[in-house]
C-alpha cells in the first residue's frame, strides 16, 4: 500500500512539473514577444525622428538654391556638403543608419530618371507595429503595408504628399474655364436708393365766374317791378 501511494503521489509531482513548465514557456514566450514589439516600436519611432531629419533637410537645400538651378539634390552627399556654395554648407549633419535594417542604406524617389532626389524610405519589407496616431506631416503613413511604404519627402506647412515612384500619366496643359464667384469677403458697393417719382399733376381748378356787383339799398332806390304770375 505505501509503495502504490509514493507511485500516485510522484506521478501527480511529475504532472504538476510539466503543467508548470508549459505555463513558464507560455509567459516566456509571450514576454519575449512583447519585447519585440516593445523594440520594433521605438526603432519605428526612431525612423520617424531621422525622416523628419531628411525632410527638413530636402526643405533647407531647395530653400537655399540659387535662381536658375534645380531645388532637388542629385544625391543625398548634396545634403552633408552643398557644393554650390564656396564655403561648407550643411544641410544634413550624418546619413544616418536605418534603425530598421542596421545599414546606412536608404531607398531614394528620384524627379525623372535620377534628376533629383523627392523623397527617402527605408528599405524594410517588415509590417509597421504603428498604423495610426501619426503626427500631421506624416498622415499619409496611416495603414500602410509595409515600412518601406514611409516615404520622407520635403516638409511642407500642409500634410504630406503621396508620391509616386512608377511613371506617372501625361497630364495635359489645357487649362479649365471656371466661373468666377464674388468672394464672401469682398466689400460690396451700396445699390443707390431709387429717384422719387414725380408728383402727380393735378389739373388746374376752373376760374370762377366774377360776381355781379350788387348796389347798394337806399331810401330814393326804386324796388324792381314785380314778376307777374301766370
Known amino acids: 500500500m505505501g509503495a502504490r501511494r509514493r507511485s500516485r503521489s510522484g506521478g501527480f509531482t511529475y504532472l504538476s512539473l510539466i503543467i508548470l513548465l508549459a505555463i513558464i514557456g507560455l509567459v516566456t514566450a509571450s514576454a519575449l514577444k512583447l519585447g519585440s514589439v516593445i523594440q520594433r516600436s521605438r526603432a519605428e519611432q526612431e525612423l520617424l525622428d531621422i525622416g523628419a531629419a531628411f525632410s527638413d533637410a530636402l526643405k533647407s537645400y531647395a530653400d537655399a538654391t540659387p535662381a536658375g538651378l534645380p ?44 534628376v533629383g532626389v523627392l523623397a527617402v524610405y527605408s528599405l524594410s519589407t517588415a509590417k509597421p507595429v504603428k498604423i495610426g496616431n501619426f503626427p500631421a506631416r506624416y498622415s499619409g503613413f496611416e495603414s500602410k503595408n509595409h515600412i518601406s511604404d514611409w516615404k520622407f519627402a520635403m516638409a511642407l506647412a500642409g500634410p504630406e504628399p503621396t508620391l509616386m515612384t512608377g511613371p506617372q500619366p501625361q497630364v495635359s496643359a489645357k487649362a479649365v474655364e471656371q466661373p468666377q464667384t464674388a468672394s464672401p469677403s469682398a466689400p460690396t458697393a451700396p445699390i443707390p436708393p431709387a429717384p422719387p417719382a414725380p408728383p402727380a399733376e393735378t389739373p388746374p381748378a376752373p376760374p370762377l365766374a366774377p360776381e355781379e356787383p350788387q348796389l347798394p339799398k337806399g331810401p330814393d332806390t326804386p324796388e324792381p317791378p314785380p314778376v307777374p304770375q301766370e
Do not use: N
Open 71 to 114: 531645388p532637388q539634390p542629385p544625391s543625398l552627399k548634396e545634403l552633408l556638403k552643398d557644393p554650390r556654395f564656396p564655403g561648407t554648407r550643411r544641410h544634413l549633419r550624418q546619413l544616418f543608419v536605418d534603425p530598421m535594417t542596421g545599414k546606412a542604406e536608404w531607398g531614394i524617389v528620384y524627379l525623372g530618371d535620377k
